[in-house]
Every structure is written in C-alpha cells, then in structure tokens.
C-alpha cells in the first residue's frame, strides 16, 4: 500500500467529514449499499488490524485482546472506538464498545448505523479466532443503551 504522508495535517481527519463520506455514499448508493460497503471496508481493516498486533490464529485471551486493540484504535490510537469488553459464551462472542466513530450523527429518526466499526471488529475476531462469524449490533448508544453492543456467533 502507498503511504501518504501528511506532514502539517498528520494521520487523523474529523467525524464530520466521515459522516459526510458516509451521507454521501448513502445518497449515491442507498442504504443498504451503504452498509455492505462500509461494512467490508472495516473487515478489510480489521484483517490488518489483526496482522499487525500478531492475532492471525493466535491463542489471544479476549481480555488482552480488548486491551491491545483499545490501544490501537481507542484515545492513544487512531481515535476510532474504545472496546471495553469482549465476552465469549460458548459459540457467542459479544463485543461492548463504547465513542464508535460510526454512532455519531444521523437523527433520532434515523440514527447511523455502527457498519465500519461493526466490521472492523469483525475481522479482528473472524482472525484472532480463524472462523467464520456472523455478526450484528443488537444495542446503540443512539437508541438510549450504555454501549454499542457487536454480537458476534461463530460459525465454523
């Protein structure tokens, strides 16, 4: 990959304009186009997330894993969300996040969807655990809940 450098501006950019990526795409795209798009985007990034904190099948304790990928991505990283917890009951795997890029913006009508983010998140586990997940957001912090809740159920 081409590395761009951005010597005045640094690596990071504002919420707004993500949210304007995202308004953007939706109106072009549609919903649902939307968030297939967004969605393999963070699985993409997520994959290389993964890689570079060595979790390609490794036998990662989720605790430590929450940790490490908190320091990638939380306050001290790209700012992208803070994961609090990671949960594993048997063949479920839930994942409490909390400031996600992706739930800001939108209205009480039509809150945004946390699509990147829940993506991301997939593809760091479907790596950390190398299986097939099946992944969906059952709580948001949009909708009055403490957390943005990934649920997550292993597939193979």
């Not at 990526?21 to 939706?26: D, F, R």
């Not at 996040?97 to 990147?116: D, R």
């Not at 983010?117 to 957001?137: C, D, H, P, R, Y």
Request: glycine letters at 10%.
């Amino acid at each position: 990959m081409l590395e761009i450098k951005r010597d005045k501006l640094g690596q990071l950019s504002s919420i707004e304009s993500f949210r304007a990526i995202v308004e953007g795409m939706t109106d072009a795209l549609g919903d649902k186009a939307t968030a297939v798009a967004l969605t393999s985007a963070g699985r993409k990034h997520g994959k290389e997330v993964a890689a570079k904190l060595g979790f390609n099948g490794s036998e990662q304790n989720l605790d430590d894993a929450a940790k490490q990928i908190t320091e990638l991505l939380g306050e001290k990283g790209s700012r992208l969300c803070i994961i609090d917890r990671i949960v594993r009951d048997g063949d479920s795997i839930k994942v409490y996040a909390l400031e996600t890029l992706c739930a800001i913006g939108g209205t009480e009508e039509s809150p945004p969807k946390c699509t990147f983010t829940l993506g991301l998140v997939w593809g760091v586990l479907g790596e950390l655990l190398q299986s097939k997940l099946k992944a969906s957001q059952t709580e948001s912090v949009l909708r009055g809940d403490s957390y943005d809740l990934f649920e997550f159920t292993v597939l193979t």
